[in-house]
Each structure stands twice: as C-alpha cells, then as structure tokens.
C-alpha cells in the first residue's frame, strides 16, 4: 500500500478477477451491474487490509453506506478476461470516503469501467454519519 499523506490519498493493493460465465450476459460480455460488485470486493479488501473489520462495526451498530456512485464504461470485458481492479482511496471528512477505482485488462492493459465512489460512515441506529474508527483515520495523517 502506497501511502500519499499531502493529499490524503492511499493507493490501496490491487484486486486480481478471472472473468467466468456466472459474470457474463448471453453475449459473453460482462454484465454492467457486475462490475460494481468487482468495485465493493476491491473496497472490502482495502477495509480488510487495514484491519479494519465490517463484522465488528456492525456489531457495534456502525456501517460504511455509499451515498453515490459514477461510473464510465469505457469497453466491455469479456469471458475468460484477466482483470485488475486499482483503488485509490481519498478522505473528505472524518465520515466520508472518496473512492477513485478502475478496472482495466492485466493482459491488454485496456482500461474498461472507471468511476468514483462516495461512502460514508454511519450510526446503524440514528441512520446518521459518524466518525471514521480511528484505526482508520490514523492512515490518512
């Protein structure tokens, strides 16, 4: 993990993905909503990381939530496809995330989806934001 600490930015570890039919449409191309889940396993996998556990949070009645997503397909992956999905991770407040993430092809190096994730971090209880643990705000000073 690449830390960047002027501008609060982390470059999280890179997510490898093996494209299988169960990802695919019936043209074998990938299916959209998919890759939206590539981009929640590569955000989970930056949490786990920096051993920061959502099974504990939620014990604690505490989530991460998104609050937006954009997302740009740029081309269309497809079966059998190797890819590699790259996290950037810029804090906003001390309850919200920025998630800079795309996904490109580790054999042609074609980038295929790019997007920004918003997440926030709240109360399960009160539905209301709620400061980062400080586990977590400790790797963004």
């Not at 690449?2 to 570890?13: A, D």
């Not at 919200?96 to 042609?108: E, G, L, T």
């Given at each position: 993990?690449?830390?960047?600490?002027?501008?609060?930015i982390?470059k999280?570890e890179e997510l490898?993905?093996?494209?299988y039919?169960?990802?695919?449409d019936?043209?074998?191309?990938?299916y959209?909503?998919n890759?939206?889940?590539f981009?929640?396993?590569?955000r989970?996998?930056f949490?786990?990381?920096?051993?920061?556990s959502q099974?504990?949070?939620?014990?604690?009645?505490?989530?991460?939530?998104i609050?937006?997503?954009?997302?740009?397909?740029?081309h269309?992956a497809?079966?059998?496809?190797?890819?590699?999905?790259?996290?950037a991770?810029?804090?906003?407040s001390n309850?919200?995330?920025i998630?800079?993430q795309?996904?490109?092809?580790i054999?042609?190096?074609?980038?295929?989806v790019?997007?920004?994730?918003?997440?926030?971090?709240?109360?399960l209880?009160?539905?209301?934001p709620?400061?980062?643990?400080d586990?977590?705000l400790?790797?963004f000073?």
């Amino acid at each position: 993990m690449i830390l960047n600490y002027m501008n609060k930015i982390i470059k999280s570890e890179e997510l490898q993905i093996t494209i299988y039919v169960e990802d695919t449409d019936f043209q074998g191309f990938v299916y959209h909503a998919n890759y939206v889940k590539f981009f929640e396993r590569a955000r989970s996998n930056f949490l786990s990381t920096i051993k920061v556990s959502q099974r504990e949070l939620r014990s604690k009645n505490q989530a991460f939530v998104i609050k937006s997503i954009n997302l740009n397909y740029l081309h269309a992956a497809e079966l059998g496809d190797n890819l590699v999905v790259h996290t950037a991770v810029e804090k906003k407040s001390n309850a919200r995330m920025i998630f800079h993430q795309k996904i490109r092809c580790i054999d042609n190096k074609r980038e295929y989806v790019n997007g920004k994730v918003e997440v926030c971090f709240i109360d399960l209880n009160t539905k209301k934001p709620k400061k980062f643990p400080d586990d977590l705000l400790l790797i963004f000073k």
